[in-house]
């Protein structure tokens, strides 16, 4: 796969690779694998960003099962030709992104856990979130694996007496649902999706901002300390992500 960018794309911003600043004379080639949940985040950063290169994005369920991401993204990386830099806004995704290695481009990773962590990330990528919170967007509803399709199968497969056991057991752990309000989605219309869920488990609905820097950041291809740069040939891993206190 050759990977070039558009040569009418408007420059790029100014940032660092590395501690390589990226000026508006340097001519690099991109390509970004990224999850479906965070679709419409994304492309609001990328056309905010006003930059052009390659978005793909992955299987949706492959974020659920961190080893078979591992090898689908392994995969795709050892396909790719003449390409500086892949990014992939994910995080470590479970250990998903653990092990990764491209021989010929740098990776490109946002020092944080997963999709939430850059949902919620203000200035830095460093963020505050309640373990009692079941964290959606319109990105986490819908698939074949989402909770409110996972809701109707059960009430589909069991009488309601079980089937409420079972909602109520899944959720056991969790106060309210909270919804990350990114500004790309109708979230009064997802919020009725997650309806009848809410009176099964009895959880409230909360609302939080969400601003998405760190998404903003990389479809700019402004890479501070909040990102991890792995150079070629060598492989992503844990101690990448540890955020250096300031």
């Given at each position: 796969?050759?990977?070039?960018?558009?040569?009418?794309?408007?420059?790029?911003?100014?940032?660092?690779?590395?501690s390589?600043?990226i000026t508006?004379?340097?001519?690099?080639?991109?390509?970004?694998?990224?999850?479906?949940?965070?679709?419409?985040?994304?492309?609001?950063?990328?056309?905010?960003?006003?930059?052009?290169f390659?978005?793909l994005?992955?299987?949706?369920?492959?974020?659920l099962?961190?080893?078979?991401?591992?090898?689908?993204?392994?995969?795709?990386?050892?396909?790719?030709?003449?390409?500086?830099?892949?990014?992939?806004?994910?995080?470590?995704?479970?250990?998903?992104?653990?092990?990764?290695m491209?021989?010929?481009?740098?990776?490109?990773?946002?020092?944080?856990?997963?999709?939430?962590?850059?949902?919620?990330?203000?200035?830095?990528?460093?963020?505050?979130?309640?373990?009692?919170?079941?964290?959606?967007?319109?990105?986490?509803?819908?698939?074949?694996?989402?909770?409110?399709?996972?809701?109707?199968?059960?009430?589909?497969?069991?009488?309601?007496?079980?089937?409420?056991?079972?909602?109520?057991?899944?959720?056991?752990n969790?106060?309210?649902?909270?919804?990350?309000?990114?500004?790309?989605?109708?979230?009064?219309?997802?919020?009725?999706?997650?309806?009848p869920?809410?009176?099964?488990?009895?959880?409230?609905?909360?609302?939080?901002k969400?601003?998405?820097?760190?998404?903003?950041?990389?479809?700019?291809?402004?890479?501070?300390?909040?990102?991890?740069?792995?150079?070629?040939?060598?492989t992503?891993?844990?101690?990448?992500?540890?955020?250096t206190?300031?």
């Amino acid at each position: 796969m050759r990977v070039l960018r558009n040569g009418n794309a408007p420059a790029f911003q100014a940032g660092h690779v590395g501690s390589i600043p990226i000026t508006r004379s340097i001519m690099i080639n991109c390509i970004m694998f990224a999850c479906r949940n965070i679709r419409d985040e994304l492309l609001a950063a990328v056309l905010e960003a006003g930059v052009k290169f390659p978005v793909l994005f992955i299987p949706r369920e492959l974020h659920l099962i961190p080893d078979k991401l591992r090898v689908y993204l392994q995969d795709m990386i050892d396909n790719i030709e003449n390409t500086d830099y892949i990014l992939l806004p994910m995080g470590m995704c479970g250990n998903g992104t653990v092990g990764l290695m491209s021989s010929t481009a740098s990776i490109v990773l946002p020092k944080c856990g997963d999709c939430i962590d850059m949902l919620l990330s203000e200035e830095g990528v460093k963020t505050e979130r309640s373990v009692c919170s079941y964290f959606l967007t319109a990105g986490w509803l819908g698939d074949d694996n989402s909770i409110d399709v996972e809701y109707k199968r059960t009430i589909e497969k069991y009488d309601a007496e079980t089937a409420s056991m079972i909602i109520e057991m899944l959720y056991k752990n969790y106060k309210h649902f909270c919804f990350i309000d990114t500004g790309t989605y109708d979230i009064d219309a997802v919020k009725e999706k997650i309806k009848p869920l809410t009176e099964i488990t009895k959880m409230d609905v909360i609302e939080v901002k969400g601003r998405y820097n760190i998404l903003r950041k990389m479809a700019a291809l402004e890479f501070d300390s909040d990102f991890v740069i792995v150079p070629p040939g060598e492989t992503v891993c844990e101690k990448h992500f540890r955020l250096t206190e300031t």
